[in-house]
């Protein structure tokens, strides 16, 4: 109901990282390059860190969208591992056959001969194999020095493996210890992620929308895009959050146009700070049903860690919200 009172055909500000959502601003556009060229150059570690929420898992769902057939693609979201079990993982998403246990003569090592030989017998069929590590802030140096030596799998010609970091900006400063510089120089190509400018706020706002079907009048004025770029401080993820709980409020009061009000009652309810006088416009039919969607707005919001103060204000705004239904 929302979205068709707004004319739009499916939810314009998702918190999933979907590829066709992704706004090419100037700085995504030059990650996704980055990624692009450190495929190509077969061989090395490509690094792209950014801030939270600043959409780098997106970036890099549409890189592999980007990937010619002939690319194998083993994606760890979940590094949090030793660099036994890493290896372990990254044979089982790369399908690599394994031995049986009984069979094992060297430990840790017959993973790695297991792979190696997996990625011989890809490059002898012409194929390029890359490695994608997510959240890469939370390895180990004794992880990542495994994975620099998984870039010593070589020919005569090039490296076999194309690794792919993926972290915060705490990577940056975990590659910059002296205990790694060894590889901290195979990094062939590094991108850094920001917030959007202020210009770029609106245009990714109306990115989003234009992508979620809208053909008529944007629902967002100029005054409440500026404040949702203040607000968000042009975090991508945050906007999206801001945003979709402006559509709900203005729904709700059954406005099709949203102002910088309607966006400021918005964040407040996103931080949990709705006064309790505000809260008389939850009372129609139509804004039960958008306090409802609310709820789920605001779940996606806390499981991401997401919110603008701690997890008492979360707990508040989903009692809000639900009490709003009662």
């Known amino acids: 109901m929302v979205l068709k009172f707004f004319g739009l055909q499916r939810e314009p500000f998702s918190i999933a990282p979907d590829p066709r959502c992704l706004y090419l601003s100037e700085r995504h ?4 390059a980055h990624l692009l060229y450190g495929v190509q150059a077969g061989g090395g570690f490509v690094l792209l860190s950014g801030e939270i929420g600043a959409g780098k898992t997106t970036v890099c769902r549409a890189l592999l969208q980007q990937l010619p057939q002939h690319c194998n693609v083993a994606y760890i979201y979940d590094p949090l591992q030793s660099a036994s079990e890493l290896l372990e993982s990254i044979c089982a ?9 009984a069979a094992r003569t060297s430990g840790a090592r017959d993973p790695i001969a297991a792979l190696n030989g997996f990625l011989l017998r890809a490059h002898a069929q012409r ?11 939370n390895l ?17 010609e090039r490296k076999l493996l194309q690794i792919i970091l993926i972290g915060q900006p705490e990577l940056r400063e975990l590659l910059a210890r002296p205990e790694l510089e060894q590889l901290a120089q195979r990094v ?32 967002f004025d100029d ?9 968000s401080r042009g975090v991508p993820r945050r906007i999206n959050l801001l945003c979709e709980r402006a559509l709900l409020g203005a729904y709700a009061l059954g406005r099709p146009q949203i102002d ?6 918005a964040a407040a309810e996103v931080r949990g700070e709705l006064p309790r006088a505000s809260r008389a416009w939850l009372r129609s039919p139509r804004a039960r049903i958008a306090a409802g969607l609310a ?5 996606g919001a806390a499981l991401f860690g997401l919110g603008l103060l701690g997890a008492d204000a979360w707990r508040a705004a989903g009692s809000a919200a639900a009490a709003a239904l009662k």
């Open 260 to 265: 910088a009000a309607i966006v400021e009652r």
């Open 127 to 137: 194929q390029d194999n890359v490695l994608v590590i997510d959240e890469a802030q």
């Open 140 to 156: 180990s140096a004794e992880v990542l020095e495994q994975l620099r030596l998984l870039t010593n799998l070589e020919t005569n």
């Open 223 to 231: 005054a409440a895009l500026q404040r949702v770029h203040v607000l």
């Open 295 to 299: 709820l789920g707005v605001l779940a």
């Open 188 to 219: 062939i190509a590094r991108c850094h992620l920001g917030a959007l400018s202020r210009d770029e706020t609106p245009q990714y706002v109306a990115h989003r929308l234009g992508v979620a079907g809208l053909r008529g009048a944007p629902p």
């Open 93 to 101: 998403e790369f399908r690599v056959a394994r031995e049986r246990p």
């Open 29 to 32: 556009r030059e990650a996704l």
